[in-house]
Every structure is written in C-alpha cells, then in structure tokens.
C-alpha cells in the first residue's frame, strides 16, 4: 500500500505544531480507516520507541515507554497480518528486538520501516529481497542496486490457507524462485489461514491484486480484536460458520467477486471436475487441482495481471508514434513537422515535448483503428472499459458527457416520446431534448432555499408525474428517466429503489443516469451499489430469479385493490440502463474524455442501429486520439489502483470536513454542510445525521448509504462562507484564485464547493487548510480595523447571505400551446425553440417590466433557455411559462454570466399576437384549440 499518499489524521496535525507535542495515543474514533490507524500506530511506536532509546535504565519514564512500546507492537501485530510488508515477519524481529533491551536498534528499524512505508520504496525492494528479510533491506538499498527495479510493478498475491509456519516458508521460497527477475511484475505473497481473514485483508490491503484460495479454508479468524472491529463490520455481519470447509472456498470466490470484482480469483480444490458447480466456475479465473505445478499457477497470475495491464489503444498509439512515418495527410501538426520546423512557435512544440506530436495523427493505420467504426486496438480498449466498470458495452466519447448525453438521447427516444428528467440536469439533457423532439416532463428538485442550491429528485414526485401520465393514458409515450446521479454537490440517490418502483409503474423504462461526477463510484464498494451500471446488473439477475416470481405473486396477491405496487412484475420488466461519465473529471483522462457505459438488455434488438447512428451523429470524424489513450491509460488504472485512490480521496475529505468544522477560528467564518443540512429529514429514514462523529466513529456513512434515499458523496464538500460577509463567487475569485491560486468551479449565493478525488494530495489539503487558516485571520483583522458604522456594514452583509433567502422557484409549466397534450405534463420544447428563430413572432422585455406585466395578466411565455452561473442549469426554457418567482429569483441573483440573457434587451419572449395565433390554427393543423386550463394547474 502506497501509504505515503495515506491521508493520516496525523499528518494534517503539521498544521499545528502544538498538537505534535501532545499527540494522543491514536484512539478509535479518530480514524476513518484502518490505514490512518496503521501509520498513526506506527508513528506511536516510532516516538516511544526512540524516547525509550534515549531513556535511563530503571527510570519511570523508562517504564513508561516500555509499556507504550509493548502496546503498539501488540497492536502492529494485529493489523500488519494484513500486510505483507512490514508484514508479521518484521513485527516479529521488532518484538525479539525489543525482548533482547535492544532499545537503540529497534528505533533504528522501526525508522527504517516508516521510511520505506512512506516512501512507497518497499515495492521496488520487494523485487531485491528473499521472503523475511525486509530487516536487512536497509544496507542493500543504495540508489545503484534499486535502478532496475523502480519500473516494475509490484502487487501482493493473497494466499488462503492456514499454514504451518514451516509449510509457509517452504511454500514462499519456492514462489520466489518461480518469479522470473526479468517480470515486469513483481509480487509477495500474504498468507492469511481462514475466510475471514482474507475478507479483511481485501478490505484492508490496497496491493492485493490476486487471491489463491487454497482448498476449504476455515471460516472464524483467531485475530478479530476490539482495535478492528469497527472497521470491518461488513465482514462481521457474515457468518458461515455453519459450513463445511469444503463449502468455504467456492463462497469465499464468491464475496471476494462481490467486494473486489477486478481481482483475479484462483481456486486449488481436490472435488473432481464433475461436482464443481457452474458459479464455482464462474467465480474464479482459474481452477487448479492440487498436484498441478506451482509454476502453472504462477504463469496464471502473471498473466491476470498482464491482461488487466493491457492498454491497446494507449500502446498502439505509442508503437505509431516510434514508427518513421511520411505524412501525406491533412494534419501539419502529425510528427511535430510544421511545429519544430518553425521559426515562431518552436516554444510550442518544447512545452508539450516531442511525444505528443509524434502521436497526433490523422490516420487510422498502424493499428490505431477508427473510433467510427473500431474493429481492432479501439474495439478492444472500450470491451476491456466494460469488463471494468462492469458494463456489457462501453463506448468512448471525446467531447465530454455533453456529447455522451445527447448520443443516448438520440439513440432512445423519438420525436413525440415522453422523457421524464430532473429541471436541474446538466444543459446538455436540455439541448438534446430539442434536437430529439421528445417532450421533457420535468421534475422539481427539493429546494434547499438557505444555501441558495437545489437538491435531488424525490422518488415520490418522479411517481407522482408517471401516475399521472398513466391516469391519461400515456404511459407508453413515456420512454426514459434521466436523473443526475451524484448532483454536482454531492447527492445519491438510491438508485436500486428508484429503479424498482418504477419499473413497477413502467416495466420497460429505460434509464439514462448522468454520471459526469460519479467514474470514480464503481471503485469502492459502498459507492458502487448506488451506480447505474451496478444496479441494473443486480436486478437483472434478480428478477429472473424463481425466488423473486414467488415473491412477486404473493406481493401481488395481497396487494390491495388500486394500490400502485412497488415491485417489478418479473414477466414484464425489462432492464434498459445506460450512464454517461465524465472520466475526466473525477478519474485520470485527458479533458472531454468521457464514456458512455450499457446494461440493456434489448441494446442488440432494439437500439445498436440507432445507438450507431446517434454515435455518427455526435462523434467528429476527426476524433484526438490522446484522449482515447487517456480513456485507456485511466481504464488500467482504475483496474489496479481505483480501490485505493478511491478510498483516499473519501479518507482526505472526510479528514477535510472534520478539520475545517473542528477548527475554532475556521468555523467562525466557515462551516462545512454535514447530511442533514443538505437532505431532509423526510428523505433520511436511518435518522444519521451526519458521517462522523467522535463517539462513534466513522462506520455509520454504511448504514445511510444502504437504506436512505438520499446520501451524501463525502468528497464534494460544502463550505459556506456566508458567516464571513462574502458570497460564494467573491470567495472562489477573490480569496482562493487570487491570493491562493486554489481553483473551485461551483458557487452558489453563500457556500463555495470544494473536492476532493483521486488526484488530492496530502499537501494540497494542508495547503487548503492554510489558505482557509490565513483567510480566517485576514477577515479578523480587517473587522478589527473598521469603524462601528463599517462594522454594521460588514454584520448586515452577513446576515443577509445567512438569513434572508431567495426563494428557489420551482420549475412553472408550459404554455398551453407548447404541451404536447393539454393538460398533460409535457412540453414541445423543440417546436418554441425554433419558433424563437423567427424575429418577428418574439420581443424582448427588460427584466425590471415583468413584474408589472404579470400582474396586468399577460402570458410570459420564455423563447429561450436562460441559465445562469451558478446554478449552471435553466430557470427558462423555451416554451416554459415565465412565473412571479422566477422573475424574483432572477432579480436577486448576483451572478453576472446568464446564458441565453442580455440585460441591455431583456427576456425574450413570444409576442402575445404569436400565442394567439398559435392557439387558433385549425384542427387539421398542428395544433388543436383548446380551452384554456388555469394557469398552474397544466401539471
Ligand atoms: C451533471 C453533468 N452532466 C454533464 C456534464 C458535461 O460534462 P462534460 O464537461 O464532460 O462535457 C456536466 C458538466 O459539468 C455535469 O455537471
């Protein structure tokens, strides 16, 4: 484990010198992982253990640090169990050590092992060293003996087996041998004796990268102390206790393929061939028998490994870029010739290096294949991508999730159909409505009206609206629920009960889940169960299960007459799931990188013609191929390293969130939003109210993220800045980029969001941290200086960020000409948005009018989507009637970029004599006269 990058509780202490001194013995509740308690654990030992060093014999302070010292180990020699270095071995030699008085050399090694923890050195040792001999690594580590090493790749083989000591020695000397010193990969072995212990050593070790599960391994482990629990809860809910050994290890393939699907999984049995069930088959890579050979097993894992390393298209593009090449096509840039040849912009080519114009080509030869029709590197890159974020297809997309979205839209839905999406989706949803010609039924968001920021979908008001198109007869118009799925402040939903309920109103529902900030979810076992991809595969496969249709008849059975079900009808349902992610924003990829990922299971009969078509559509001929290559370079990635980078970026924003609220002079100015400000009650069925806290720990964000209906992501952090008098986009531009240069994208009225991902380093938080720390002490000092009149200035600009909200408004209705039917919720938004490019049908009216005009009963109806900076979505769109609150909302906005609005001409909107005219064309004509519904009561 990269325990460097390991964001420990201590090392945000350096912010305050004083708290090193005092450091407490770590304690429970402050870690948020077993990582942070390991390296708190050893840095425990390594003070005591040098304070011991420099104690006298006989003194207090000498027992003092004795016991300390006894402490720790007994704690290293707990968890280090779990990893193969330091690893037992070497807590062993440290406990003899510390037997035999040798006080000066156990701190002398325990330094030693910290620095190579830290230092990440220990994978490039792993390659020198013998099995057990870590302790003697120090001498041999001289930069010279390390060359060569440092490009291979290290991973941890966990064997599952209980050993005698001997037989584990015999049996790690003979993989040492195996291994072949000119591997690109290099691995130790970690040897746990029962089931449970190999579920903790996967929830704990970062390294593992394959699993040899040895016969039927026992079930209870013999090391499970107060010191662990609370980190492995999830292990401790299973008990097979009652099982035969025999059973065992086929169960552990099983959960290991649940918890850590990326892993290779290998079985060594003695049952014959013939009594092997399929899911045992299924479950693991590879199954041996016990007399095969250790070097079959050995080329397997080795070849696991190098099949997940894999990156086609990435090393396509190198081998093309090493090749001689004439270029006689239509790209000057292609081999750096008109970069490197010029006499102007040679500072150009050096910025970005050779490199990058030996792999810019226009040609799909040399095994680079064409995105628009992939047969070769390319095809095989995205298949590789859906093995990884468990998709059935995966395609690469290179102008964001803007375009993803537009490709599945297109793809779906036809002129006429019905697409039930949140108002505040990204406006890519918005635009490829118009282009699709399919009538949006949008949906309101709860509001939350102090932070100035809307919420998420209630699955009650996404029920609500299907009811009521059934109630009219048009639930088979309705084709697709588009949700955002996390919102860009950080709400979950529960993607599970959203999809059941309804797909028991609308069986064959097809589900569009933007997921532009939610890649890196698939990674991580709590977020994956609330991703599109993850679900749609669980419910496949339980709706065809027997055990479900069962259930279902009975369900149906005693359901009352006329009430609307919540389960599925297994006969009828069909799972039709796509998401569209923005690899670039949470996971490593070059800009406008994004895929879209498939889990339908009518993709092959019902979409691929038209799914290609809107493909071709969207897609430029001309597609960058260094964004393909990142897509895939970031696939490898995530296959090795997502699990650890993912949990590292929740541990620092989690740490993140604990220090800024904890701070004394920070929350005087700042606050971090915790659940329960950002999710109601009503949506929060467990009652938490918030992930940390110092009694119990960090274990309870589990439990909401299993039951409730709303979670937060932890790595999207609220702050707000209200209490400091400033709002939100004074505070990004002002204080973080100006006098930081710490860049954040969202704002709202009073908070700033800050994130963290897979790319947060330790030191960029504390760098944060500091910058907050010297913000806080600058607002101090400048209230410090003001007169009482400037001071009541100061006071009244925070009370109006922190308590007087404009209200959210929600979004209003279409006019009656542009409702697909009257009455029925639903718009032609296509239609008003080309009917806004005839001049004389639309007039603009100044913002400050409006007011005036609603009150004399005129119809306001938008001619166009108006989006303002933040929020980033549309209060207007076109067609969309323009009510009192908007207009309120938009007059107390403060943002100063709003798309689709020019304050010197004002909204535009349709002439009254346009909607007029409208509403009259004859029968036979597009549109019906119709009679005229109250206003508000159209949906
Ligand atoms: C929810 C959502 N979807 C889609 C997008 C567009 O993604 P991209 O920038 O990859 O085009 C964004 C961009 O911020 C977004 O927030």
Redesign the pocket.
């Known amino acids: 484990m990269n325990i460097l990058n390991l964001f420990s509780s201590h090392s945000l202490d350096v912010l305050t010198k004083k708290k090193i001194m005092n450091k407490k013995k770590p304690t429970l509740s402050q870690h948020i992982n077993i990582g942070q308690l390991r390296i708190d654990t050893w840095d425990l030992l390594k003070a005591q253990a040098s304070l011991l060093s420099n104690s006298e014999t006989g003194s207090v302070k000498r027992k003092k640090c004795q016991a300390s010292v006894e402490d720790a180990l007994k704690k290293l020699n707990n968890l280090e169990r779990y990893f193969a270095f330091p690893g037992l071995s070497s807590i062993r030699l440290l406990k003899e050590t510390f037997k035999q008085g040798e006080y000066v050399a156990l701190s002398h090694k325990t330094n030693e092992f910290i620095k190579l923890l830290v230092s990440d050195s220990y994978r490039q040792f792993a390659a020198l060293e013998p099995e057990n001999t870590w302790m003697k690594t120090t001498k041999k580590s001289s930069p010279k003996k390390m060359e060569g090493f440092a490009k291979k790749n290290y991973f941890e083989v966990l064997f599952v087996e209980d050993l005698s000591d001997v037989a584990e020695l015999e049996m790690r000397r003979k993989f040492q041998e195996i291994q072949d010193k000119e591997d690109q990969f290099i691995y130790k072995l970690l040897v746990v004796p029962s089931f449970q212990d190999a579920l903790i050593a996967m929830l704990f070790n970062h390294n593992i990268q394959s699993v040899v599960v040895r016969y039927g391994p026992t079930f209870n482990s013999q090391h499970i102390t107060p010191l662990i629990q609370p980190f492995i809860e999830n292990v401790l809910k299973i008990d097979l206790s009652e099982q035969m050994e025999s059973a065992l290890g086929p169960l552990l393939g099983k959960f290991i393929r649940q918890f850590r699907p990326l892993l290779n999984i290998y079985y060594i049995t003695d049952t014959s061939l013939t009594h092997l069930k399929d899911s045992t088959l299924n479950n693991f890579d590879r199954i041996f028998y016990r007399k095969e050979d250790l070097q079959e097993l050995h080329l397997s894992i080795i070849n696991g490994i190098q099949e997940r390393y894999n990156t086609p298209f990435f090393s396509a593009l190198v081998d093309y870029s090493k090749k001689p090449m004439g270029v006689f096509h239509a790209m000057p840039v292609s081999r750096g010739n008109s970069i490197f040849k010029s006499n102007w912009i040679k500072d150009f080519g050096k910025f970005y290096g050779r490199n990058l114009f030996l792999a810019e080509t226009s040609s799909t030869t040399g095994g680079l294949d064409s995105l628009l029709q992939p047969t070769g590197a390319l095809k095989t890159a995205q298949e590789l991508a859906a093995k990884t974020y468990g998709a059935e297809h995966t395609f690469f997309v290179t102008?964001?999730?803007?375009?993803a979205?537009k490709i599945v839209q297109q793809a779906i839905v036809e002129p006429g159909d019905v697409v039930l999406i949140d108002r505040d989706?990204?406006k890519?949803h918005h635009y490829g409505l118009v282009l699709a010609g399919a009538f949006p039924v949008y949906l309101d968001s709860y509001p939350i009206e102090e932070y100035s920021m809307y919420g998420a979908v209630p699955l009650k008001v996404i029920k609500e609206k299907l009811l009521l198109l059934k109630e009219a007869g048009k639930l088979d118009k309705v084709k697709m629920l588009l949700l955002?799925n996390c919102t860009?402040d950080g709400l979950v939903y529960n993607v599970e009960r959203v999809m059941e309920e309804v797909l028991a109103i609308k069986p064959d529902m097809v589900f569009l889940w933007?997921e532009?900030?939610f890649a890196f979810a698939g990674f991580t076992y709590n977020y994956k169960q609330r991703t599109g991809m993850f679900v749609a595969n669980k419910l496949y496969n339980k709706y065809r299960k027997e055990a479900y249709k069962k259930k279902y008849q009975q369900y149906i059975n005693a359901l009352p007459a006329g009430e609307t079900p919540s389960m599925p009808d297994p006969e009828k349902v069909k799972i039709r799931v796509y998401s569209t992610q923005?690899t670039?924003?949470t996971l490593s990829s070059f800009r406008?990188g994004?895929m879209i990922h498939i889990w339908d299971e009518d993709f092959q009969r019902k979409t691929t013609d038209a799914f290609h078509e809107a493909y071709m559509t969207h897609t430029s001929t001309s597609p960058n191929y260094q964004i393909l290559a990142s897509l895939d370079a970031g696939r490898r990635q995530v296959q090795f390293e997502g699990f650890e980078l993912v949990e590292k970026s929740i541990e620092m924003a989690m740490v993140l969130r604990a220090k800024i609220n904890d701070h004394p002079l920070l929350n005087k100015y700042f606050e971090v939003l915790t659940v329960k400000d950002l999710i109601p009650d009503e949506y929060r069925t467990t009652g938490i109210v918030e992930y940390y806290n110092p009694k119990e720990g960090w274990t309870r964000m589990e439990e909401a993220w299993s039951k409730d209906e709303f979670v937060i992501d932890p790595t999207k952090i609220t702050l707000t800045v209200g209490k400091a008098g400033i709002d939100g986009d004074t505070f990004k531009n002002e204080y973080l980029m100006d006098q930081f240069n710490i860049q954040v994208n969202k704002t709202s009225r009073n908070t700033v969001l800050l994130m963290t991902n897979i790319g947060t380093t330790r030191s960029s938080v504390a760098y944060l941290m500091n910058a907050l720390l010297r913000i806080a002490r600058q607002l101090d000092e400048e209230f410090r200086s003001l007169n009482n009149t400037e001071k009541e200035i100061v006071k009244k600009r925070a009370d109006s960020l922190t308590k007087e909200f404009p209200p959210l408004p929600n979004f209003s209705y279409f006019h009656q000409y542009f409702q697909s039917t009257p009455g029925i919720p639903g718009g032609n938004i296509r239609e008003a948005y080309f009917m806004s490019y005839h001049e004389s049908k639309c007039e603009y009216l100044p913002l400050t009018n409006c007011l005036k005009t609603l009150e004399e009963k005129r119809d306001l109806v938008s001619a166009t989507f108006v989006i303002p900076y933040p929020p980033g979505f549309p209060v207007l769109v076109p067609g969309q009637v323009i009510s009192k609150e908007i207009i309120q909302f938009m007059l107390a906005l403060d943002v100063t970029e709003i798309h689709g609005y020019r304050p010197e001409l004002g909204l535009k909107i349709f002439t009254e004599n346009t909607l007029n005219k409208q509403s009259t064309i004859p029968e036979n004509g597009a549109k019906k006269k119709v009679a005229l519904k109250p206003r508000g009561e159209e949906e």
């Open positions: 102008n964001g999730t803007s375009t979205n989706c990204h890519s955002t860009f933007d532009a900030w923005s670039h924003k406008q994004s």
